[in-house]
């Protein structure tokens, strides 16, 4: 997934912020992530549920951060449809739906902070 923005003017229609502000937003985003990531492996090595080390398995195309972020960013301001998300962030309809899922309470987490 790479979402090319062509200049801030562009920036500010598709997510309602400045670079930087999305500069200022990514290293917060990116701790929380990952702050999640890490309590949900732990949780699953204590429950017994996790089948691999953490770190294991086949790697997966994740997108960068930056994307990551501009993707959630375009959502909350404009709220499009899974459809509609997921053309510019390259997704399908249910990968679509399932990252915003799994990536909506970051971003709250992310305001908050």
């Not at 930087?20 to 890490?38: G, N």
């Not at 449809?81 to 053309?87: A, F, N, Q, S």
């Amino acid at each position: 997934m790479e979402i090319h923005i062509r200049d801030d003017r562009q920036r500010k229609a598709f997510t309602g912020l400045s670079q930087a502000q999305c500069d200022s937003l990514l290293p917060v985003f990116s701790d929380i992530y990952r702050a999640t990531q890490h309590q949900k492996s732990e949780e699953g090595v204590k429950s017994g549920t996790r089948a691999r080390k953490p770190g294991g398995g086949c790697k997966g195309q994740w997108p960068p951060m930056a994307d990551t972020l501009l993707c959630v960013l375009y959502d909350s301001k404009t709220y499009p449809t899974c459809d509609v998300l997921g053309t510019p962030c390259e997704l399908v309809r249910s990968k679509a739906h399932e990252n915003l899922q799994k990536l909506s309470p970051i971003f709250s987490d992310t305001l908050v902070h």
